[in-house]
Structures are given as structure tokens and as C-alpha cells.
């Protein structure tokens, strides 16, 4: 057995017998979500030091932001935050009509508060979901990736896709919601809080959950200020905050909810934030069912309106309109907007500098993820592997939001 | 001639019964986690998806037999055979009936009749910790080193609150010999059976707990650690040397569902009720002594089948339903609170056998 001492690899590798060992946390790991990669120096099971590499999943999106027109690049916003696309698509139609000063119809604007809470529902479950998987409970898992179904069967019957929508247009929406949408909705939000509370009943009290998150991955206020975290880590670490209240766009003035804060900012409080981000979510998907107006979907400027096809094919100067806005693109004006809304990760905006013509000029993207990596290297230091996956859970990081 | 042919007898009942509910198992694992988790499971192979084990050990059969660079062969392969056969041997020594007649002659339902029995038990369970490092340090990796380091010393630190909550019973029954632990166990304490758990609860609880420590199942299965360590100590383990280890989780458990039966629940002593079954049958066929201790022996089998089942049970149930600990919080439970309440429920017990006994 002497070889295994004496082999020649053993001479190159002699790091493995050191009690500082250098290991990799991904890109390829299964707690690492997407392809992050955290180099870590350990000392036994403890991380002394950490150094987090960004970049694998770069897709230059931000440069083909200025490559295509401004409705082509609605299919990229999908490709973002892939748990949250409605969230991405509309964020980004937001940015184009600011620029273009077009207000939706109100119909629309509801259609939309409606299509970003599901969203924030379906991103909030994914990442509480994989956190309690991360930690070995994979019932809670499965449990919620249930509902996350039931979500997407709806956001299917809205627009035709599940993961990547593509829903928003500028100045409107693809398609009107369905006859029957609204006691889907309604059904929805009778029978999620149950799976919620069913959740809460198997991790909120349970000692192993308690002991694994609570005063673990703790990011104080001022850290969370140091990094400019957004959306429910920043609101954990205690800072009331949510552009939804704080800067409202669309319907949220007139709609009742509670911002939920936490105080300690660990792995706990974010837990508990993000479960009642999902309740109030549902408040708010109640209220915009029951006031949810008839009337136009469509803004009536005729720059985007997007004609009805039976129009189309029955009238020869709306078919050249059609023809115009899909081979050429819509026209917008000189100008330069960030636009940015409470997506379900933080604060998700889109700086447009339009120089007139279809294309954007700079195309850029202000994602939350970036932000909470950033802050991930320096909480991580001085934990235990199960802190830094526990950690990396409960901050949801996408990582194809975080290298676009 | 004969004590050979039962000893080989009894030999392949034991590896037939453990090695033949492991696929069993392996179905009941998933089709009860879908049960609580919502979900169907497999469904497609055979009817109930049942044969859907056979399936994956011939998807297992016909994989690459990979060695990773580096590993060292000898204890690369070791690791998984020594992880099957410790658990195995350990069961050598569970009775799995009290007696039967076959040609007249008394034949006891147990492999190897010793005195040191439960000692016997611990030493092999004690073995389970060697293919954990042995698997760990051969396969060259970091992460297998990690997951047998963790894997290790939790094995060794429940090994001591398990080996305490053991001795507890052992100054209960007085023995070491299983046989005599099963026949001490089969009076009834009022309306409830003599059973060690009633007698030594504290006890029988630090030894379930332990078990699912020393089995590496959830909320204890650190050394795996699939969300952490990736696979821990057999991370680079494929095809049927990664089978092996499978099956020596779950041979590991039944091994362990025997022991806690054995020592905590009665063993094979018949369940309530039994009797009046077993008197109907042997009225009913006209059994002399001979038959009737023969269906005796059946039920008895059937008893400890039953109870072991139960704990299996309880192991799936509670794979899915708890949270993982960290290595530290482990440590802390079998150190700090484990150890030291089997220490003074052992101190408790044992005055308490004294004072009883005088």
C-alpha cells in the first residue's frame, strides 16, 4: 500500500494534506444554483477565506439589448431571472414606454400587477423551496413545487408559455386574459395560503430548521447598505424598503398590503420575510381580481399598437401598420430612462438611451443578483459549508440575472 | 451433517430475507415518499412500479466500472464490500425465533448461538465506520475526504450514547445472550407488554436516535450531504460498487431495526393476540407438541418481521419529513446532550435494577 503514499501525484497535490485546502464550490456543484463559483480555502469544515468568480453563464444580453429591436429583446428579458420572467418582461416594457411617455390602460396596468405577484410567488417558492431541499427537507420541496405548477398552468392559459413568457408588449399586453381566469385566480388564492401555513407547520418551529438558519449568513443593515442590497434580503436586515410602496408604479397605491421586514437578517428572517411576501403577494392578487376593469387592453398610440389580426388580414393600410412595426420596429424617440420596479429578488431596472430608431443606443440592466453575490463573499468567511449553501439558498442568486 | 445443513439453512434465510426485501425497500423508500410528498413515484415497471429496483440494478450491472486517477484500488474496492458484509455478519447473531423441531431434532432460529451476542453486534457495527474512511480517503477527493471525516466521528460519538444506552438494558436482562433478553421480555407490565422501552424509555429513545446516526439516514445523513458535499464519502463511486454501498444503507437499517426490536420491543416474542392464533391453528390441524411449537416459531417470525418493519417505516418517515444537521449541532447533540443523559440513565437504571432486585 505504499504506493498510495509515494505515488507521483501525491508530489503536485501536496495542498491536500494541508489543513488549509483549497475547494471549489461549483460551477458545477448542486448547491451552487446555476454556475456560481465560490473558491473556498477551508480549514476542516470551516471557510477562512472565499473568493466568488462571476461569468459563466454570460450570454451578452445587455449587448444584444443594442443589436435588436425593442420588441425583439423582450425574449431575452425571459432569459434573465428565469424564475420570474412575467416580472422581467414587464420591468422592461415599463422602461420602453417611459421613454415613449405612454401610460397602459388601466385594464392593462392590472393585468400586469397581477402577472408580477404570481411571479413573486413563483420566485419566492423557488427559493424557499430549494433552501429547505439545500437542507435536506425535500418534502417542503415538493410541497411547494406543486403550487409553483399550479402558477405556471395559469401564467400557460395567459400567454401560452411557462417559463419563458414573453407576455408584455410595449404599450400593452400579447393576449387578453382568459374567460376563465378569474376563478382560476380565485381558486389559487383560496388553496395556496393552506400549502403555505402546511409549510410553515413543518420548517417555522422545527428545531433543525431553527438551529441551521437562525444567526447563520447573518448580513447586518449596514452591510446590506454597503453592498446596495434590494428586495427581501435588504428588508430582513431590517430596512423598510419596497419600491412598490416607496416609489408606486401602476396600480400599487390603491392596493393593500403590508411591507414585511425582518430584523436579525439571517437565513431565518429571510425565510419567514419571503413566506410572508407570498401572503400579502396573495392579498394583492385577491383585491386586483375583484377590481380588475373591462375596457381596452391596449393603449390607443398608434406608434406600438400592435392591430388586431383579424384587421390584418381584412384591411390593406392596417396590414402595412402590422408589417412596419415587426420588420422594422417601433420608433422611439431621443431620450434615456431607468425604470426600475420591486421584482421578486430586489430592485430589477432597465437603463434604455434611445437615439432615436428601433434599436436602443446602451441597453443596461440593473440586477439584484449582482448585488447579493457581491455581498455573498464577505458573509460567507468564517461559516461552515452547510452556512455557505444554507446562505446561498436563502438569497436566491439566478445566475443568469447575475451575468446577463 | 445435520447441524451443518441447518447452519447453511439458516445462513441463507437470513441473507435471502435481508438481501430480498432491500429492493423491497428500496420501492417502499420511493413510493412513500411520493405517498407524503404528494406525488405518484414510479409507477411504470411492473405492476406498482415494483419492479422498478430490478430495473436500476440492471442499469447498475451494465455501467462503466470506473476507478478515479489516483485512487488507491485495493481500499477503493474494499470500501463497499466491507460496508455490505459488516452490517450482514452483525445479523448473524439476531434470533429470529425461539426454537423449531425439524426430524425430531431442536433446531435454535439463530445463526451463531453465543453468549456475547450484543457484544458481538457492536463490534460489527462498529465496522461500518471503515468503509466511511476507507471510501473517503481511496477515492482522492476533497470532498470525500470531507464527508468521511464528518461520516467518522459522527459514527464513533453515537457509537458511545448507543453503547450506554445498551449497557442500560444489559444491567436490565442481566445477559448478553439475545435469546435470554427475548424471554425476559415476555411477561407484560399490567396491561402494557414487558418490553425494554417500557421498562428503559429514555434508554430505548438515545438508541433510536443513535441508530439513524450510525445508518447515516436523515436528519443525520451528513457524510452524504448530497446539497453540501455533492455525494460525500462515495461521491466517486459508480455503477454496482455505488449499489453496494445502497444496499448497505439499507441493510445497515434492517440490521438496525432487528437490533432495537431485539433489545427494546420483545425480539421475536409473539405479538398480543398471536396466541389465541396460534392455539386456533394447531387445534384446528391437530398439532402435538411438536407442530405447535413449529407455528409458534412462524409467528414468531412474523412478530419480529412486523416489529422491524415498523422501524423501517419510521426510518422513511422520518427521512422526509426533517431537516439536515450541521456537523457541528451533531456533534453537540451526541456530546452534549446524548451522552450525558444516557450516562446518568444508565446510573439511574442500574440503582433502580438493585433496589428492585433486593
Redesign the interface.
Known sequence: MSSFFNDKDSQQSNDFYNPNVLINLGPSHPAMHGTLRVMCRINGETIEDAACEIGYLHRAIEKLGEDKTYHQWMVYTDRLNYCSALNNNIAYAMAVENIMNITPTERCQYIRVICMELSRIIDHIICVAINALDLGAMTVFWLLYHWREEAYTMIESMCGMRLTTTYARIGGMSYDLPDNFSERLWKFCEEFPKALDEVEGLLTSNRIWIDRTKGVGVITKEDALKFSLTGPTLRASGIDHDLRRDRPYYMYPDLDFDVVVGSNGDVYDRYLVRLEEMKQSVRILQQCNKRIPNGPLWVDDKRVHIPDKLEVYTKMEVLIHHFKIFMEGIDVPKGEAFTCVEGPNGELGFYIVSRGGPKAWRMRVKSPSFMLFQGFEASIKGGKIPDAVAHLGSVNIIAGELDR | MFDLSMMMAKIVVILVGTLGVVPVMVWFERRG?AW????IGPNRVGPFGLMQPLADVIKFIFKETFTP??A?K??YLMAPIIALIAPLCALAVIPFGSKAFVNGHEVILQVAQMDTGVLFILAFAGLEVYPVILAGW?S?N??TV?GA??GSSQIVSYEISMGLALLSMLVVYGSFNPHDMVSWQQGSLGFIPRWGAFVNPIGALIFWISIFAETNR??F?LAE??????AGYHLEYGGMKFAAFFMAEYVAMIMASALISTLYFGGYGILPGMEFAINLISNFFAFGEVGMQNTKAVFEFISLASKIAVFMFLFVWVR??????????LMDLGWKILFPIALINLVVVTIGVYYFNS
Do not use: C, H, I
Request: glycine fraction near 8%; charged fraction near 30%; proline fraction near 6%.
Open positions: 415518499a407524503m410528498q404528494g406525488r486517477r489516483g488507491n485495493f481500499y481511496a482522492r476533497k470532498y470531507l471525516l464528518r436523515l436528519p445523513d450531504g448530497e446539497s453540501e458535499l455533492v422526509w419529513t426533517l431537516p439536515r444537521f450541521r456537523f457541528d449541532q
